[in-house]
């Protein structure tokens, strides 16, 4: 699995695309901080809330990256976060079900493209491991200790990706503004 800073990274990204379509959050000044990034990088992180399951039984490997490393329980948790929070905040649930299920799955991804055995994309239908053919990403491996040196190839790789991914965004950023001009000065 990537680093949790990976998927906070990943939460980001999904926090910045969205933004614009949440008006209800308010920004105020230098103190302010972003509620609805909390939100978002949070669901980026909950489908290795398993783990906890594992840390505490001692056996790890048993619990994490199951059944909460699917494509159903990332809609279930979808539709739940989406009913909380668009009553909550006053926002559009349909808003919420596709951004709380992109953070969600945007999880599973990263571990999809993670060397190792897999996730379950398809339970409760199939307790099939399915993991990318090309993989990115090393991976934490806890039972190797903290301070291994291969978690500095997992940090590099994640590194390498996230800039990428920064690259792409402000292409895509710079061209929907020069649309949204180019449109705005023909309709004059």
Same mark, same amino acid.
């Given at each position: 699995?990537?680093?949790?800073?990976?998927?906070?990274?990943?939460?980001?990204?999904?926090? &910045?695309?969205?933004?614009?379509?949440?008006?209800?959050?308010?920004?105020?000044?230098?103190?302010? +901080?972003?509620r609805n990034f909390l939100i978002i990088g949070s669901l980026s992180l909950l489908a290795?809330?398993?783990?906890?399951?594992?840390?505490?039984?001692?056996?790890?490997?048993?619990?994490?990256?199951?059944?909460?490393?699917?494509?159903? %329980?990332?809609? @279930?948790?979808?539709?739940?976060?989406?009913?909380?929070?668009? !009553?909550?905040?006053?926002?559009?649930?349909?808003? !919420? @079900?596709?951004?709380? +299920? @992109?953070?969600?799955?945007?999880?599973?991804?990263?571990?999809?493209?993670? %060397?190792?055995?897999?996730?379950?994309?398809?339970?409760?239908?199939?307790?099939?491991?399915?993991?990318?053919?090309?993989?990115?990403?090393?991976?934490?491996?806890?039972?190797?200790? !903290?301070?291994?040196? &291969?978690?500095?190839?997992? +940090?590099?790789?994640?590194?390498?990706?996230?800039?990428?991914?920064?690259?792409?965004?402000?292409?895509?950023? &710079?061209?929907?503004?020069?649309?949204? &001009?180019?449109?705005?000065?023909?309709?004059?």
């Open positions: 699995m990537p680093s949790p800073l990976s998927h906070i990274v990943m939460g980001y990204v999904i926090y &910045r695309i969205s933004d614009d379509y949440f008006s209800s959050e308010k920004k105020r000044g230098i103190w302010y +901080f972003p290795d809330l398993d783990s906890v399951v594992g840390i505490v039984s001692g056996q790890f490997g048993r619990y994490h990256n199951n059944l909460t490393h699917s494509l159903i %329980f990332g809609l @279930l948790a979808a539709l739940m976060s989406a009913i909380v929070l668009g !009553w909550g905040q006053q926002s559009s649930f349909f808003q !919420w @079900l596709m951004v709380a +299920f @992109l953070a969600y799955e945007s999880h599973v991804f990263l571990d999809y493209l993670t %060397f190792g055995r897999g996730v379950m994309l398809f339970w409760p239908f199939s307790t099939a491991r399915f993991g990318s053919p090309i993989k990115i990403f090393y991976g934490l491996h806890w039972s190797e200790g !903290w301070t291994s040196v &291969r978690h500095v190839w997992t +940090f590099v790789t994640e590194i390498v990706f996230f800039l990428l991914l920064y690259i792409l965004y402000n292409l895509f950023y &710079r061209l929907r503004h020069k649309f949204t &001009r180019w449109m705005t000065d023909d309709s004059d």
